[in-house]
């Protein structure tokens, strides 16, 4: 299988399986405010645009996970290529939002500023690392069993990444397929 390949089926995956059906805030373009809105994550390949080059239909860089293809082994005697992958997610959450009526049935929203937000980082993560653990193949790849599944927060230095309200974690997992040989010399002495 070529590597365009494996990661374009990979982020369509993440896209599909990890993506999809989950919803976390989409930071404000205006900044800090009690207007929020929900919106499912997008799943991009190898690193994500910057805003004002995002794909036409995607208008937003997070919640989102980032598909990251970090070193692969070509094994020519055994025909077996194996591909380390890091799933980079980021999400926002400032503090909690709740939707009030007063007396008179006038709805606003109350924000409340904390520092719960990672909490939405990790049951992320964590459901993420469930459905890879329960898949056997992902888009014709295999699910290297016999390498951990690594996770983590994000480090520079030692240090845990802190970006309030922005929250950084990332899975590291292996995939195993076979080389696709892309020459036809061979074929001259046939």
Not at 17 to 35: A, R, V, W
Not at 36 to 62: G, I, S
Not at 63 to 85: A, H, Y
Request: glycine share 4%; aromatic share 12%; net charge negative.
């Amino acid at each position: 299988m070529q590597l365009n390949e494996v990661i374009d089926n990979l982020t369509a995956w993440v896209q599909e399986n990890i993506c999809d059906g989950m919803e976390f805030l989409k930071p404000s373009d205006s900044g800090m405010s009690t207007n929020y809105e929900l919106v499912t994550p997008t799943a991009f390949a190898l690193y994500v645009p910057p805003k004002d080059q995002l794909p036409p239909d995607v208008d937003q860089q997070l919640p989102s996970v980032c598909v990251q293809l970090k070193e692969g082994t070509d094994d020519m005697e055994k025909n077996k290529r194996s591909l380390k992958f890091r799933l980079a997610y980021s999400t926002y959450r400032p503090g909690h939002f709740e939707e009030v009526t007063d007396t008179e049935g006038n709805t606003s929203v109350e924000f409340t500023r904390d520092a719960d937000g990672w909490k939405d980082l990790w049951m992320w993560v964590s459901k993420s690392i469930h459905k890879i653990q329960s898949e056997m193949y992902i888009e014709g790849v295999k699910v290297e069993r016999s390498t951990p599944i690594k996770y983590g927060h994000f480090q520079i230095d030692d240090n845990l990444v802190e970006a309030y309200p922005l929250w950084y974690a990332w899975i590291e997992l292996t995939v195993t397929c076979g080389i696709s040989s892309t020459s036809n010399s061979y074929n001259n002495y046939l």
